[in-house]
């Protein structure tokens, strides 16, 4: 049995998505604008992000399934089984998301980030500066 | 209090690197190659990486401190203080490293991987494929 490690969010989102059934499947395909919610405990981190900053989201899935090895891609059973770590699919066993989004817009401890696909309420566990190059 | 979610390492990091002060920043920054060694368990989930693949490996830095939120960037007390999600920094409230690397070789379960900067048995989270343009 392996060690394991306690991820503790760091805030969620606020979106109009809430369903993941109608949530588009990448962040470039139509996703709206959402807004990063920060716990006021850990708001002193955020307070360097400025607007049309470039970001990595990390996020909880927490409608995910963890038991799940493969898949088929995008949900479509045209597509063959595929192995989760070659696929973006939200079944996983570690379910974390990673959305490349940009900031539109920032008030107190709340951030508006385009092209978010996550749904309403996902929990928000880390936001990495992209780095040049898409790094 | 927040809720918590329970990260289990899918695998760990086999690498020359044992020292975090001697490992660079990023990946980019002359890293050297590193296994992926994956648990038997989740194995099936990598059977379909390929080499020359791109992909994102998520870890989780179990040497990280958690309770920083500003931190001088790239350690250099020169840098202006910067909140942690402004930064690469690996101390932050989740420690999860995100590497982008490519495939060099496969043996079973093993996955050699270009340009990883963390130090020898960190664990492995996830591992995601790149999307066009850095996505």
Redesign the interface.
């Known amino acids: 049995m ?9 805030g969620h989102v606020e979106s109009s998505l809430l369903d993941p059934e109608h949530a588009p499947k ?3 395909e139509g996703a709206p604008s959402a807004w990063l919610v920060f ?1 006021e405990r ?1 708001a ?7 607007i049309g ?1 470039e ?2 989201v ?1 996020t ?1 899935l ?1 409608r995910a399934r963890r038991d799940v ?2 898949v088929h891609p995008r949900g479509d059973p045209r597509n063959p089984e ?7 699919s939200p079944d ?3 379910p ?1 998301g ?1 959305h ?1 989004v940009s900031v539109a817009a920032i008030d107190g401890s709340r951030v508006l980030v385009r092209g978010m696909e996550a749904v309403d309420g996902t ?1 928000v ?7 040049p ?3």
Chains 1, 2 share one sequence.
């Open positions: 392996s060690e394991s490690f306690q991820a503790v969010p760091v990448q962040g470039l716990e850990v002193e981190g955020a307070r360097d992000l400025e900053a970001l990595f990390l909880w927490h090895l493969v595929t192995g989760v770590f070659s696929t973006r996983r066993p570690n974390i990673l490349r929990p566990l880390d936001v990495k500066p992209v780095l190059g898409g790094w």
